[in-house]
């Protein structure tokens, strides 16, 4: 049985950064392409970032860009979402996800598809709590 777990959310102000750690255990890590999502209160979980089996193909939605990090240790079955500059607009339970459809690493344009709505991650983590304030 597949399990995700994630660490390191909390309460911070405008500016501060934090790292967000995702463990996956119970599957073969090194073949599942990752996705970082989040949800803020009465609104819909939008994707944030993505990542490949290799790490070699990053891919964020537009919001994040420059600011936010993802990043993967095989090693260790973990993926990271570094957040720096954060902003109260970043506030939201932040879900890891994981995709093991693919039969190979997945390309930057075949990790994009994970950012359109709807897109069905296979496993699920249970959220971290960001909160930003102002």
């Known amino acids: 049985q597949v399990q995700l777990a994630e660490f390191g959310g909390g309460l911070v102000q405008a500016g501060a950064s934090l790292r967000l750690s995702c463990v996956v255990s119970?599957?073969?890590?090194?073949?599942?392409?990752m996705g970082w999502f989040r949800q803020a209160p009465g609104k819909e979980r939008e994707f944030v970032a993505a990542?490949?089996?290799?790490?070699?193909?990053?891919y964020y939605t537009d919001s994040v860009k420059g600011r936010f990090t993802i990043s993967r240790d095989n090693a260790k079955s973990t993926v990271y979402l570094q957040m720096n500059s954060l902003k109260p607009e970043d506030t939201a339970e932040y879900y890891c996800?994981?995709?093991?459809?693919?039969?190979?690493?997945?390309?930057?344009?075949?990790?994009?598809?994970?950012?359109?709505?709807?897109?069905?991650?296979?496993?699920w983590g249970k959220g971290t709590l960001v909160t930003v304030s102002s």
């Open positions: 996800g994981a995709d093991d459809s693919w039969r190979r690493d997945p390309s930057l344009e075949e990790i994009a598809t994970m950012a359109l709505p709807g897109y069905g991650m296979d496993y």
């Open positions: 990542i490949s089996w290799s790490g070699d193909n990053l």
């Open positions: 119970g599957g073969t890590f090194s073949t599942y392409a």
